[in-house]
């Protein structure tokens, strides 16, 4: 009987003892600061990345896996006859990693059988594939039946991104810096997306938080109605996302709470204090 094993990146920020308890493998991407080389996750934690951000005298660049740390996973786990491998990562329109992924796979030749998906998301975007998908195969559920349901998932869930600050934005290229400047100077809150082709999508513009959290469940009730299950990803601010947390239930007949951590590669580019909210139906 065919075994199913789920490969991710780090950027899918699922917490780590869900990723133990499912047996998720994932691959790191990097971490820099100046001459400092961290793996995400593994030897740079989320609570040491965002001190260290806070501190740093200039933003931190990222950099994705090479093709040899995909091959690596893959061939371990192809190395058990009738191993399926299910591969999801960070969508391609951010990074190389899929590409890595995909390069890796064609190394592979014959030896597995690879299947790489792109999330055309990222941080827990990702991560409630992932997870859906590693479930799924522990349930006894074919590969193509896997697939199909990660397409489902990938149509279904709503997902808004509230920054505190225009800052990572602005010096990632998102915004130009009189947007920023303009921006900050008015409390200007604004709310991102990933649209379906993969890329940062702003969807409105708000001043102040508690109008933009409020705006944020207005644009989830356009589309659930029924019950759901939400995930709030945070970069350093518990408080806000437990609070976030909370009203939503107020709001929504939620199933399943998860609340998880904005990891280091995506931190960099979003900043402190950087909410992330992803709701399916349940």
Known sequence: MSAIRIVTDSTSDIPHGLRQELGIEMVPLKVHFGDETYLDSITIDSDTFYRKLSEAPALPTTSQPSPMDFLEVY??????????????HLSS???????SANLAK???????????????????GIGLLVVAA????????????????????????????LVDTLEYLHKGGRIGKASAVFGALLNIKPILSIDSEGEVASVDKVRGSKRAVARIIEL??????????VTIAHAACLQQAEEL?????????????LITTIGPVIGAHVGNGTLGV?????
């Open 220 to 229: 989830l009730k356009e589309r659930h109605s029924g019950p759901v299950r």
């Open 106 to 124: 064609s190394m592979m030749e014959e030896e597995g059988d690879i299947t790489l998906v792109d999330s055309l998301s990222a941080t827990y």
């Open 134 to 161: 590693a479930r799924a195969a522990r349930e006894g559920q074919s590969k193509e039946e896997i697939l199909s349901m990660i397409e489902r998932l990938r149509s279904e869930t709503s997902l808004y991104f």
């Open 75 to 88: 061939r371990r786990l192809a190395a058990e006859p009738g191993t399926q491998i299910i591969s999801i």
């Open 278 to 282: 992803f709701m399916v139906p349940a």
């Open 93 to 99: 329109t951010f990074s190389g990693t899929y590409q």
């Open 245 to 257: 947390g909370a009203m939503l239930g107020e709001h929504f007949d939620v199933t399943e709470h």
